[in-house]
């Protein structure tokens, strides 16, 4: 039966962190895997892209494959052809799917139609690659990602969104705070708490920053407007008080990470004094994209 990599939520624990043991591997050239020799994946792109677009074709090029850039203008599916019919086409070239687009719903109907393995590079749910990454970054900092806080501050987007389910699946705990109605979905936080009945993962949803970074070992943002809702910006006004800068870390402990998916908005979401403080992090972030990604094909398709 084929996998797919759509959410978190679909994953065991024991095949995350295998995944992840295999991404610090691959990272410290301690082994290399060639899994996609002779396979063609097709990577769709709704959505501007660079670290996304970039780690995948690298990777599949490294892992010895092809990888097939496909934007939607370039397809039938700008013009209204059913995403179902374009899986089922698309599976009689392609290996397998990357897709970063908009709608959630799209990528699931996909990968019913498309009979080989689908990534989800990003949707306005989830940032479940971002996430592998990110992941791998706190193992390497913090040594593990059990037992331990993680507090995302901002807008409840599809990063805290993928932070809360990851969570309840491994079993950390996760404070998100945000300002009065920008908090993460609720179907997240159910899935999320549902999986933490197993682990004891604590889920806590809060509009105080101060209160929800203190015992945090990882403090986390995105921008407040996130790609798509640009004529949002008027929001911006609701998150004062939401900026990760030194204000808000004088609540943390002094060994607290502070990392960013990218790119930044520096003076909005965090500071530029922050960003520039934890930039080795934020961009040991950035590489990990490739490695961990590389884990998650070879686990994909061996």
């Known amino acids: 039966m084929k996998k797919d990599f759509i959410n978190f939520y679909e994953l065991s624990k024991e095949e995350l962190l295998e995944i992840l043991e295999l991404a610090e591997k691959l990272k410290k050239g301690e082994t290399s895997v060639n899994t996609l020799k002779g396979k063609s994946i097709g990577l769709i792109f709704m959505k501007p892209s660079t670290r996304t677009r970039l780690s995948f074709e690298v990777g599949v090029y490294q892992m010895g494959g092809q990888p097939v850039y496909i934007t939607g203008s370039s397809t039938q599916l700008s013009r209204g052809e059913d995403i179902k019919d374009t899986g089922r086409v698309m599976a009689r070239y392609l290996d397998g799917l990357v897709i970063r687009t908009y709608s959630h719903q799209e990528v699931e109907e996909l990968a019913k139609y498309f009979d080989k393995p689908v990534i989800n590079a990003l949707t306005d749910y989830l940032h479940p690659c971002q996430i592998l990454a990110d992941l791998q970054t706190v193992k390497e900092r913090k040594g593990k990602i059990e037992n331990i806080k993680v507090t995302f501050v901002g807008d409840g987007n599809n990063v805290a969104n993928t932070w809360l389910i990851a969570g309840g699946l491994v079993g950390f705990d996760v404070s998100v705070a945000t300002p009065a109605g920008y908090e993460p979905s609720g179907k997240a936080v159910y899935q999320a708490l549902k999986l933490a009945q197993k682990t004891g993962a604590k889920i806590e949803i809060t509009n105080n920053p101060a209160e929800a970074v203190k015992g945090a070992d990882v403090i986390y943002t995105d921008v407040w407007v996130s790609m798509g809702q640009e004529g949002e910006k008027e929001k911006k006004k609701d998150f004062e008080g939401f900026t990760v800068d030194r204000d808000l870390l004088k609540h943390a402990p002094s060994d607290v990470l502070v990392m960013h998916c990218l790119p930044a908005h520096k003076g909005e979401e965090i ?23 590389k884990a998650l094909m070879h686990y994909l398709f061996k």
């Not at 500071?271 to 990604?293: C, K």
């Open 271 to 293: 500071s530029e004094e922050v960003f520039e403080q934890y930039a080795d992090v934020i961009f040991d972030e950035a590489e990990n994209r490739l490695h961990a990604q």
